[in-house]
């Protein structure tokens, strides 16, 4: 492929705005397409996402429309909607007959229905469409305000992937080239079904301790889980990996980390959940991630746990001691 002189970002949430910046910054030419058009008209009259990103005006000109067909025929497209939303917009993008790709997967989360990975959805939709993958640990305020923030960029060849982030980089935005397109997927959606029960371990007051021992253990079940699956070992200890466990694991600036806070107050996630506010993609990624695991033969008992608190209202308090009282076992498998 060619250098990237234009660049199409399907979404106006807080992700696709700031991901829409960020190639603006890096001198691409950007048009963002909202579903919604309070949205666009905001972006477009007032350079403001007040919806997204409250309290933040930019400079860059995003080009917003709720047109399709407008952003379809890009160099390159950005797909930031929630995970569950990708294999209806791609069947959308489809339908312009103007894709060019490659398309950059930027959702984390794992298909419900079918249990499978981003990538293999963009394969089902539009075949032949190149496949990226950007992941890592920002959140779109930092990355809205230019703040210093480092992702993993990943696609088949390494051709491309460069491509990607040399369309992308900026002197606060770097990012890595991968050629672990499965692996820069696993760490994104198992790392917000892990942030949740940190939130939650934080929460109910159980004490620093607790919070870095979760952490930890959730990381032996993203490895497991994602070496299983085919990632490579060098994806999951990079920033798409351990870089974005341990920045939602710690901060209430996440929706899932937060999410589980208000399980660990006492509030059960149907409540939560009926509720509707901020996105918190693990509370989708967590029953299916732990099928996944099952198929794999390979034990995750944060992320089952999480998926009892969120399909069956477990307590937190109940939660607790399922995990505590499991059966002795080695910390590694070399005992
Ligand atoms: N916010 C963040 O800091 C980061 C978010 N992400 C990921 O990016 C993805 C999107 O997250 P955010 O932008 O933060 O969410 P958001 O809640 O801020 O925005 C979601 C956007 O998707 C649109 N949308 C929802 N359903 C839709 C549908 N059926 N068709 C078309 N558009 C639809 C909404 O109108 C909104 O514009 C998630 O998978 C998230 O995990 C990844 C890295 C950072
Ligand atoms: O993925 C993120 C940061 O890397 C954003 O996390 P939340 O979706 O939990 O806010």
């Known amino acids: 492929m060619g250098a990237i002189r234009t660049v199409g970002v399907v979404g106006g949430g807080a992700w696709g705005t700031a991901l829409a910046l960020t190639a603006a910054r890096a001198g691409r030419e950007v048009r963002l397409w909202a579903r919604d058009t309070e949205t666009v008209s905001n972006i477009r009259s007032r350079k403001q996402n007040q919806r997204y990103l409250p309290g933040i005006t930019f400079d860059e000109d995003l080009n917003a429309t709720s047109s399709l067909r407008e952003i379809a025929d890009a160099d390159a497209i950005l797909l930031v909607t929630p995970a569950q939303t990708t294999r209806a ?3 959308a993008l489809k339908e312009t007959g103007t894709v060019r790709g490659p398309v950059v997967l930027c959702a984390k989360g794992i ?18 469409v190149e496949p990226g993958v950007l992941s890592g640990p920002s959140f779109a305020d930092d990355v809205a305000r230019g703040l210093p923030t480092a992702v993993t960029v990943a696609a088949n060849s390494a051709k491309t992937a460069l491509s990607l982030c040399e369309a992308l980089q900026s002197t606060c935005f ?6 672990d397109v499965l692996g ?3 760490g994104g959606a198992l790392k917000n079904v892990l942030a949740i029960a940190c939130g ?19 990381f032996a079940e993203l490895t497991r889980l994602g070496t299983a699956m ?14 974005d466990l341990v920045l939602t694991c710690s901060s209430t600036q996440s929706r899932n980390f937060s999410f589980g806070l208000r399980l660990g107050e006492g509030f059960m996630a149907s409540e939560l959940i009926s509720a509707g506010g901020k996105l918190a993609e693990g509370a989708y990624s967590a029953r299916v991630a732990v099928k996944l695991a099952q198929k794999h033969d390979i ?28 059966p002795l076992k080695a910390e590694t498998e070399s005992l």
């Open 89 to 91: 917009l791609l069947a």
């Open 111 to 128: 298909e419900q229905t079918s249990g499978k990975l981003l990538s293999r959805i963009l394969s089902e939709e539009l075949p032949g």
């Open 174 to 179: 770097r990012p890595y080239a991968s050629i």
């Open 184 to 186: 820069a997927q696993i």
């Open 200 to 218: 939650a371990v934080v929460g109910r007051k159980l004490g620093a301790s607790a919070q870095a021992a979760l952490t930890a253990r959730g």
């Open 230 to 243: 085919g990632a490579q070992g060098e994806t999951l200890t990079g920033l798409s990996g351990l870089g």
């Open 299 to 326: 034990e995750v008992p944060i992320c089952e746990t999480v998926a009892q608190m969120i399909d069956a209202d477990l307590s937190i308090d109940d939660a607790l001691n399922t995990l505590m009282a499991r």
